[in-house]
């Protein structure tokens, strides 16, 4: 292996090494460029987006923690790098990536595989986890031996194949959903062959000057690397916040009575949660609008799969954006901060309400009320199996009175969930989720780990409310209701 990426990464960090940082572009412009021709199909902007990609390198060198992997870190900026210049210019690009690969690569049954899937690589590769994503960028991306797949990914060569061919299943499966029928074996040599082209030749001097010594730039390129920079800033906080959130709904809420303190005590706490279920699988529609801390949200459900989760921060320093929706057919995302929301396609109900993340940083709005709606397999505020239910006194939320119960996990989880019901239409009026200085690090600490960039100021607890107002059930909707 060549001298560590990191290694470099902190000699430039620490004294503007010129050769160091001509040694990073040298050594991963072609990874950064590919992806960047790949996804707008234009010699022009592709070259633009890998200028920005490695100012934000050289911007962000000193915040990057040991953990990084390198090269997946460039592909994921390259990634955001994109979505923020194409914008609207999605169709257009899958006609002229496609154009632009058939005079490029060669003929044979993988260069037939590689037009079908170069139009749809890029989304299924965000659809990955992050460890995914890495393992997959690293073999067949940048053809690593096993030896250094597994020493990046820090976990010895079996587990590093495994990880890959899970990885590669995942795409295969991904391609098949948008009909691009492939094998496994065929997906890895056609991207292996085809995903990292030559870079033009005078493009790594240009950017190595460019970043390296942070030079003055076009109007233009000064657009991508500023929302490049806070769209990574962005996804590092909210990431933190989807981790506590995970967390969280991972523990539930328990249908079992451990006190039962004040309020009508006519009704067990198990007979609550029942009911509370059995009114939700009744109901045919959903909506309501709320909040969850600077998150704001509105949320609209119906039977059988339409639903349409619309979220916003307005909350200091930064405007961020997000919606996830299907009218019946496919399963639609948008993430990012209004300049930049490229829609993506999910491939499933919980891949788009849970798997892309938008759980997290939509303050649990499209996972708390679905999940309970459409009983998922995801942990809802009425289910789980602990026994440490405590049931409080009542209270009311936007006038309506409720039933409120604890879930103290503190010794075990440093978490305690709560979450109230309404005494008269047993829905879901508010949770809370409460994580000790303990919890909250922890979640941090796997933020960090995740996204590779140190995280320097980590609050000492925390407290997240959503509550739920303007509920309305049972009202007739149509699919374009729940259209974009």
Not at 117 to 145: I, S
Not at 355 to 371: D, M
Request: a positive charge.
């Amino acid at each position: 292996m060549n001298e560590d990426d990191m290694a470099l990464v902190r000699q430039f960090a620490a004294t503007h090494s010129e050769a160091a940082f001509a040694a990073l572009v040298q050594r991963h412009i072609g990874l950064v460029h590919s992806a960047a021709l790949r996804q707008t199909g234009h010699a022009h902007l592709a070259e633009e987006i890998t200028q920005s990609v490695f100012i934000v390198l050289a911007r962000k060198a000193a915040s990057l923690g040991q953990a990084t992997i390198l090269p997946a870190w460039l592909y994921r900026a390259t990634r955001y790098a994109a979505a923020d210049v194409l914008k609207q210019q999605r169709r257009r690009q899958a006609r002229e990536q496609e154009a632009y690969m058939q005079s490029t690569t060669p003929t044979g049954e993988t260069h037939a595989a590689w037009q079908q899937l170069a139009p749809v690589l890029d989304d299924a590769m965000a659809d990955l986890g992050e460890r995914d994503r890495a393992a997959v960028v690293l073999r067949y991306f940048e053809n690593r031996p096993w030896q250094e797949v597994a020493s990046l990914l820090q976990v010895t060569e079996d587990a590093a194949q495994k990880r890959v061919t899970r990885a590669l299943e995942k795409l295969r499966r991904r391609f098949a959903k948008r009909g691009v029928a492939l094998t496994a074996a065929l997906i890895a040599g056609a991207v292996a062959s085809n995903a990292v082209l030559a870079a033009p030749a005078d493009l790594a001097v240009k950017v190595s000057l460019m970043a390296g010594h942070d030079l003055a730039i076009s109007t233009t390129l000064h657009a991508i690397v500023k929302s490049t920079m806070k769209t990574m800033t962005w996804l590092k906080y909210k990431l933190a916040i989807g981790v506590g959130t995970i967390v969280l709904l991972a523990i539930g809420v328990a249908a079992v009575a451990v006190s039962q303190a004040g309020g009508d005590n006519a009704m067990t706490t198990a007979e609550i949660f029942k009911k509370s279920r059995d009114t939700y699988a009744a109901l045919t529609s959903y909506s309501d609008e709320g909040k969850s801390g600077d998150t704001m949200f509105k949320i609209k459900l119906a039977r059988p799969d339409w639903y349409r989760i619309e979220f916003h921060d307005s909350g200091p320093p930064l405007t961020n954006y997000g919606l996830v929706w299907s009218e019946g057919s496919s399963n639609f995302v948008v993430l990012g901060n209004p300049s930049a929301q490229k829609e993506s396609v999910a491939s499933s109900k919980e891949s788009a309400l849970f798997g892309s993340g938008a759980g997290g940083i939509s303050g649990g709005a499209a996972l708390t009320i679905p999940a309970t709606f459409f009983k998922m397999n995801i942990n809802s505020p009425l289910d789980g199996n602990l026994s440490l239910q405590k049931r409080l006194a009542d209270e009311r939320v936007g006038g309506v009175k409720c039933y409120v119960f604890s879930s103290e996990m503190k010794e075990t989880y440093g978490v305690t969930k709560m979450v109230w019901i309404g005494q008269e239409d047993f829905l879901i009026h508010q949770v809370r989720t409460l994580m000790s200085a303990e919890a909250v690090k922890a979640a941090w600490d796997q933020a960090e780990k995740v996204s590779g960039i140190r995280i320097k100021a980590i609050p000492q607890s925390s407290i997240a409310t959503e509550t739920h107002e303007k509920i309305v059930v049972n009202r007739h909707f149509s699919a374009a209701d729940f259209a974009r």
